[in-house]
């Protein structure tokens, strides 16, 4: 018995993962949780205690894209990693760190480009969005660094073309330790531009970030 209720268990949390995946690349749902309490819904297990880990669905994100997006996936993977070369020269002066989906290869259409860059001050990236003529909004973050130390961070955000980029400013400091990743909760890896061009350098698909050494974590 005890067997058989290991087994439904095993599956339940098999279906919960896929369905999770399929949510975050079909809906656009970037936040694991919210992921996951929304596949437990319509799997019809609201209360259930057999959540998957994170990285399990980012897993489960890189083989549904494998299987029904295939190489379409793979040419918007390629356009925002361009996107994310060009802020990335654009924004050179504040030693911007390309980070999440576009990185690791899981991004897809409803990704965005997201960066951190490193200021004295929020205020030099306000003057220097608002010298360029670029319309930005402006939010905040809270970000984890340590189990229980959090901080909350500026955001900028502008379109560029059809891609969103996403901007957090750390201070010069923020260089030396990257926040907790919300997938393994291990440091966020991060890429600088010539980590960006040996990507792009390769064929473009999930597996080069997997093989390119990531400079400026």
Same mark, same amino acid.
């Given at each position: 018995?005890?067997?058989?209720?290991?087994?439904?268990?095993?599956?339940?949390?098999?279906?919960?993962?896929?369905?999770?995946?399929?949510?975050?690349?079909?809906?656009?749902?970037?936040?694991?949780?919210?992921?996951?309490?929304?596949?437990?819904?319509?799997?019809?297990?609201?209360?259930?205690?057999?959540?998957?880990?994170?990285?399990?669905?980012?897993?489960? &994100?890189?083989?549904?894209?494998?299987?029904?997006?295939? +190489?379409?996936?793979?040419? !918007? /993977? $390629?356009?925002? *990693?361009? %996107?994310?070369?060009?802020?990335?020269?654009?924004?050179?002066?504040?030693?911007?760190?390309?980070?999440?989906?576009?990185?690791?290869?899981?991004?897809?259409?409803?990704?965005?480009?997201?960066?951190?860059?490193?200021?004295?001050?929020?205020?030099?990236?306000? &003057?220097?969005?608002?010298?360029?003529?670029?319309?930005? +909004?402006?939010?905040?973050? !809270? /970000? $984890?660094?340590? *189990?229980? %130390?959090?901080?909350?961070?500026?955001?900028?955000?502008?379109?560029?073309?059809?891609?969103?980029?996403?901007?957090?400013?750390?201070?010069?400091?923020?260089?030396?330790?990257?926040?907790?990743?919300?997938?393994?909760?291990?440091?966020?890896?991060?890429?600088?531009?010539?980590?960006?061009?040996?990507?792009?350098?390769?064929?473009?698909?999930?597996?080069?970030?997997?093989?390119?050494?990531?400079?400026?974590?």
């Amino acid at each position: 018995m005890a067997k058989q209720a290991t087994t439904r268990d095993q599956r339940m949390r098999q279906r919960l993962t896929q369905e999770a995946a399929r949510i975050m690349v079909d809906e656009g749902v970037r936040d694991y949780y919210q992921a996951k309490r929304k596949a437990a819904v319509r799997l019809a297990a609201p209360d259930t205690q057999n959540m998957p880990r994170n990285r399990e669905i980012q897993e489960a &994100v890189a083989e549904y894209q494998r299987l029904f997006q295939g +190489e379409g996936q793979v040419q !918007r /993977l $390629r356009e925002l *990693r361009e %996107a994310a070369r060009e802020a990335m020269q654009f924004f050179g002066r504040f030693r911007p760190r390309l980070v999440g989906a576009v990185l690791d290869g899981t991004a897809g259409d409803w990704s965005d480009v997201s960066l951190h860059l490193f200021a004295d001050t929020p205020e030099e990236l306000d &003057v220097f969005l608002m010298d360029n003529g670029i319309p930005f +909004e402006w939010a905040e973050r !809270r /970000l $984890r660094f340590k *189990r229980d %130390a959090w901080a909350t961070l500026p955001v900028y955000r502008f379109v560029a073309g059809d891609v969103m980029v996403d901007m957090t400013v750390f201070t010069p400091d923020g260089l030396r330790q990257a926040p907790l990743s919300p997938v393994d909760g291990q440091p966020m890896e991060r890429a600088n531009l010539q980590a960006l061009e040996a990507l792009l350098a390769g064929s473009g698909g999930q597996d080069d970030a997997l093989t390119i050494p990531l400079v400026g974590r």
